[in-house]
Each structure stands twice: as structure tokens, then as C-alpha cells.
């Protein structure tokens, strides 16, 4: 089993169907990605995608943040999350 200490964590950011923004913490952002874009997709009637993608999906990462931890990818997210739809558009650039 591979020991989860010392994994690099990353904040992601998704654009959805709707245009909307979804913002998470992973240590695999292909693998989180298919997991949200499957999300009816059941594993031992375990829901591996977030809720939020039940009504829309997910299009395409546009996001990528390396480097941390799981508690300052934890705060991050936080922080990105309380960001306005405008200052998420430019942090990604778009």
C-alpha cells in the first residue's frame, strides 16, 4: 500500500456544461476528472464524483495549482472558492 505521507496535492478548477466553476483538491486531477465526468458511475454503491456534477458536467479542467500539502491545498480551495466568478476568470486566464 503506498503511504499517502509526502503526496503532492493539487487545486483544480473544472468549467461544467453550465459555465459554472467547480474548484477541488486531489492528488490525481485525471484521475478526479473522470471520476466527476462518471458520476453515475457506481463502485460498490459508493458515488465517486461530487454531488454537484449530478446536474451538470464537467467539460474540462482549466486549472492546475501544484505543490502542496493537503492542509494548504485544503486553504486554498477555501480561498478560491471565495473569489468572485470574475476573479476566478482571471486567474485562469480566460
Same mark, same amino acid.
Given at each position: 500500500?503506498?503511504?499517502?505521507?509526502?503526496?503532492?496535492?493539487?487545486?483544480?478548477?473544472?468549467?461544467?456544461?453550465?459555465?459554472?466553476?467547480?474548484? &477541488?483538491?486531489? +492528488?490525481?486531477?485525471?484521475?478526479?476528472?473522470? !471520476?466527476? $465526468?462518471?458520476?453515475?458511475?457506481?463502485?460498490?454503491?459508493?458515488?465517486?464524483?461530487?454531488?454537484?456534477?449530478?446536474?451538470?458536467?464537467?467539460?474540462?479542467?482549466?486549472?492546475?495549482? &501544484?505543490?502542496? +500539502?493537503?492542509?494548504?491545498?485544503?486553504?486554498? !480551495?477555501? $480561498?478560491?472558492?471565495?473569489?468572485?466568478?470574475?476573479?476566478?476568470?482571471?486567474?485562469?486566464?480566460?
Amino acid at each position: 500500500m503506498k503511504s499517502r505521507f509526502g503526496n503532492e496535492w493539487y487545486v483544480y478548477i473544472i468549467r461544467c456544461s453550465d459555465t459554472s466553476l467547480y474548484t &477541488g483538491i486531489t +492528488t490525481d486531477v485525471e484521475r478526479r476528472f473522470t !471520476e466527476h $465526468a462518471n458520476h453515475n458511475g457506481k463502485k460498490e454503491g459508493v458515488q465517486k464524483g461530487a454531488k454537484y456534477f449530478r446536474a451538470r458536467s464537467p467539460e474540462e479542467i482549466v486549472y492546475v495549482e &501544484g505543490g502542496h +500539502t493537503r492542509s494548504t491545498a485544503s486553504q486554498r !480551495e477555501a $480561498a478560491i472558492k471565495k473569489l468572485s466568478r470574475q476573479e476566478k476568470l482571471l486567474l485562469i486566464h480566460v
